[in-house]
Each structure stands twice: as C-alpha cells, then as structure tokens.
C-alpha cells in the first residue's frame, strides 16, 4: 500500500539547495509559492542561482582565463559562460514568479562584493 504524502511534503525546503537558497526557499514558500506550479519554479530559479554562485567561486579560484595544454591558448574560463546563462535564468524565472529582489534582504545576486 502506498503512503500518502502529506501537503506539507512538498513545503520543505530542498536538502540540496545552498544555504542562501533554503533561506529564501522558506521565506517564500508559506506567503508566495504552495501551489506545486509555483514550487517548482522556485526550485529551479533556486538551483539556478546555485549553479551561478558555484561557478563564480571555481572563477574566483583559477582566475577569469584558461591556457590550453596543448596549443597554449588563452580563452576565457568555461564556467563565465556558465554563471551568466544560470544568473539570466534564475532571473526569468524570478520575474515570472513575480518577486523581487531585495539586496538588503536577499544578498548580493550577481556576487559583486567581497
């Protein structure tokens, strides 16, 4: 026999989510987003705005270009690309959901400052 879920179960803030992102998460769940269609974005927008803070720290860490072994060329590092397109998504979403973003509450989105 299957369990039932419980409406709660769907509420909870995602395990894997950064601690930025399950702050959020349970700031906005209860007042903005319980229907299951709004859950959803929120997560995604959520691991988007992961993925772009995680690219920006491997950034921060091995600096803005890489050199090629083999041909010894210098290109911009991989993960800019990355950060850009999950922190445009993360904002899509956002404005679709129709929050905004408050640096003094919500941080710094786009990790400008130190």
Do not use: C, Y
Request: charged letters at 35%; zero cysteines.
């Amino acid at each position: 026999m299957a369990k039932k879920r419980k409406a709660t179960d769907s509420l909870r803030v995602p395990s894997h989510l950064s601690a930025r992102s399950r702050a959020l998460w349970a700031e906005l769940v209860p007042r903005r987003a319980e229907s299951p269609e709004r859950l959803a974005l929120l997560q995604t927008a959520l691991e988007a705005l992961d993925r772009a803070d995680q690219a920006r720290v491997v950034v921060k860490k091995e600096g803005l270009t890489k050199t090629t072994e083999r041909s010894g060329a210098v290109h911009l590092h991989p993960l800019l690309k990355v950060e850009a397109d999950s922190r445009r998504q993360f904002a899509r979403i956002w404005a679709e959901l129709n929050l905004d973003w408050d640096h003094e509450l919500d941080g710094d989105l786009f990790g400008t400052s130190e």
